[in-house]
């Protein structure tokens, strides 16, 4: 990989990074958290690269984006701990030995680093819109715990998300979660707080990128 040439296509397609992706998936699995596989990886890079392209941003830009949401949780197969913090050094050690430019280097770091709601917090567009894209990556299919029963509260909120949807409108300036919700599972309120950090980690992505945030369940407005 030289400079002129880093894709998104060609990190997606990098042994390494999915060595690591699946590993952390692997090692998360072990321990009974969600699914953070290449699918998780997949679907962050391409929404995140979706939210810059319906606000106007560049091409270059929105290519980060989706380099930035493919090796986000790289750093989970050291340790699910500080993964933001760990990711983001490994993910400057690939990065530099592919002779990326510094300034993107200093922008996917950045981004990898913040993506986290205990310490993280959207500093730029590209961090912005990764963060949009994990945390609203809510859907049944991601609960690994085969046993209802045994469902911790983050099992419980995912498994209940029967649909999920982001939209950003740019012309609304909205950047819009729309889920639907079994309450015989998990009430809204419920959802509301076990991923209140998280919501708000959404409300200021969204407001850099000069959206407001808006979250319906059930067709309930929540926020």
Known sequence: MNEEKLTYKMVKESEVVNAFIEKGNATLGVLGYTEHSKKHATKVAETSGKILQALGYDAHLVELAKIAGYMHDIGNCVNRHDHPHSG????FTLL????????????????????DERTGTAVD???AALI???????????????????FDKHDRVNYAAVSSRLTINAAEK?????????????????YFEIF???MLMCKRASELLGLNFKLIANGNKIC
């Open 96 to 115: 530099n030995r592919w002779n990326v430019p510094s300034e993107d280097i200093a922008i996917l770091v950045s981004a990898i680093g913040q993506h």
């Open 132 to 150: 949009l894209a994990d945390k609203c990556d809510v859907r049944r299919n991601r609960v690994r715990n085969p046993i209802k029963a045994n």
């Open 125 to 127: 567009p590209v961090s």
């Open 88 to 91: 983001a050094i490994m993910a």
């Open 196 to 198: 209140m950090q998280r």
């Open 174 to 190: 909205t950047a819009k979660l729309k889920i639907e919700l079994d309450e015989n599972i998990c009430s809204i309120m419920d």
